[in-house]
T-cell receptor, first 113, second 113 residues
């Protein structure tokens, strides 16, 4: 059973601040890592994917991956109230259920004006 | 292009009735996954299809649950003799297979009275 752990939060930041979300995973051989955003009552939306060590930036979002430490993070710069959601870290299975996602329990982010 | 679609968006049924939930994946995606999310809970994997191969049913919670995928595209999840504990949002996702990015549909909210 693969494990994906997230700092459960909830996390509350003021508008304009940097929100930092963290995730660790148990399968040392994992190669793909995803961040999903889930608004209340909605389905998960893929916002970032990362495959190589280092940083990957997309607009206000930066994903950071350190495979040696089995750690992946998501930074949200200039946080907006519209970023308020639950953020899910996901790692796909490499075994018999290839691609099946293992999710962390999510971090609930609130950005207050 | 069109994303993953699911129908119905909401389904209310009486305990003991059978229900069918439909998923239409992104065109060209060979892998299809069903998950469910109970209120306030994480995502639970149910079943995985890769192309026309036999599905991996390892996540199905009981033999009342079954799924099929016709022509390697549309999938139907069937729950027989529904129970109140089956109430949840049923989510379908598709991908190009392997550890590629996975995209979710809007979900079907099932309520068993």
């Amino acid at each position: 059973q693969k494990e994906v752990e997230q700092n459960s939060g909830p996390l509350s930041v003021p508008e304009g601040a940097i929100a930092s979300l963290n995730c660790t995973y148990s399968d040392r051989g994992s190669q793909s890592f995803f961040w999903y955003r889930q608004y209340s009552g909605k389905s998960p939306e893929l916002i970032m994917s990362i495959y190589s060590n280092g940083d990957k930036e997309d607009g206000r979002f930066t994903a950071q991956l350190n495979k040696a430490s089995q750690y992946v993070s998501l930074l949200i710069r200039d946080s907006q109230p519209s970023d308020s959601a639950t953020y899910l870290c996901a790692v796909p299975d490499r075994g018999s259920t290839l691609g099946r996602l293992y999710f962390g329990r999510g971090t609930q982010l609130t950005v207050w004006p | 292009g069109a994303g993953v679609s699911q129908s119905p968006s909401n389904k209310v049924t009486e305990k003991g009735k059978d229900v069918e939930l439909r998923c239409d994946p992104i065109s060209g995606h060979t892998a299809l996954y069903w998950y469910r999310q109970s209120l306030g809970q994480g995502l639970e994997f149910l079943i995985y299809f890769q192309g026309n191969s036999a599905p991996d049913k390892s996540g199905l919670p009981s033999d009342r649950f079954s799924a099929e995928r016709t022509g390697g595209s549309v999938s139907t999840l069937t729950i027989q003799r529904t129970q109140q504990e089956d109430s949840a949002v049923y989510l379908c996702a598709s991908s190009l297979g392997g550890e590629n990015e996975q995209f979710f549909g809007p979900g079907t909210r099932l309520t068993v009275l």
